[in-house]
């Protein structure tokens, strides 16, 4: 038989975009984990986020969830706060159920985290979901799970934000976070989920006393690509089977070495680098060192975060392996999460003093200074 042509032709689908048509009538995974237009929703996610703002802050509701689908990693950073070998997961049936329950209590924003959220099976369809829903999602990642597949799989589910996880250009017995920095081909993938899905992407690094050479190199890294990098400096936690080396954390006796890098970072953001953090947060290292009452996490109690783990338990803070007693994220009505928020309160002055993650403080930060808030805003800081 004779190829068609002339305006037949140009009617005429290829057949490999009819096959592909009719593959995604008939896989209904594929239909599950796919949003026709992902762009296309984005000012419903944020009108819908506005809401929820204005509803938390009049009535005890959960603008922002966080949902840890697993404790499990396939990596061991030695720092790690977040990691269990519990094998349970979140099964998709509850993950629907939370969400229903979340939509109730005014939803704008999930997270999903880990232990490694990208190992948990459900995490494309739970994306999928939360954005027929209208909800802003966000996802931390190390980073070793993303390829070409992977990142147009996020991208095809509505993903708003993908954080990756990178520490340095070398695996270390510290950290082996290393995939977009490492993987090059990785960053053209992204790129292209940004334009086609409007997926934003960025990198998340831990500053400790042994890899300032690292950092160097990955603050260059964001500057030649354009990618916004955040900064956290590690702090030590006091659960789990993988202590860290004590000599990687900061003491008040760094001042030189702590110096140096603040100088290094600070002159960098000056010159235009995209390091997300305030300057601030890499000067008040010395003050946290020192224990000073300088900042306050207000995680828990401006809207309450409220963190969810694999069996459906709160958990008080991510950086924590906790659960509250008396609480269940099925169970939370509004008296519920306004007794929740009254039992973190006190737990969150505590933990306070002994915390200093970058997230946390730059919250507080630019709720206390509206100035630099808004700087950050238009793009001047
Ligand atoms: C616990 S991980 C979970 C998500 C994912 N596995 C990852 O590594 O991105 C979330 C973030 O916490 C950071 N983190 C873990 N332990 C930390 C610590 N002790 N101090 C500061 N940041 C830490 C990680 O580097 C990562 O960026
Ligand atoms: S920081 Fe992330 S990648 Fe590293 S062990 Fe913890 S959960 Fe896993
Ligand atoms: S101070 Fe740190 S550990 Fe405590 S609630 Fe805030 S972020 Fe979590």
Redesign the pocket.
Known sequence: MMAPSGPLHALTPEPSKCLKAIHSLCDPVLNANTIANPKSRKKYKYLNFANALIRGRIAHNTPFVRVIPTDL?N?K?S?????SDDPFQMSKEQFSAYLKKAKEHHIGMMTF?????MIWPHLDYAIAEATRANVITDI????TRLNAESVDRLGRAGLDFL???V?GLTTTEV?S?TSVVVKKELLDHLKKAKEKYGMQFRV???IHKNNFEEIKQLIEFSKEHEVPISL??????SHGDHI?DPAMYFTKDDTAQLNEIISHIIAKKRAGYPIIDPEEYFTGMHKFLKRENFWSCNYPTRYGWVNITPRGEIRSC??KMDVMPGFTFLGLTQTKIKALKETLEPMVKTCNKNCY??CAFDSYFYRTHKVEAMKKLLGIR
């Open positions: 990693c990596l950073c720092y790690c706060f977040q990691r985290l880990g232990g490694e959220p931390t990642t190390n980073g954080n990756i996880s520490d950290s976070k998340n690094s831990v956290g400096y590690v702090v030590p936690h860290a991510t950086k993650s970058n």
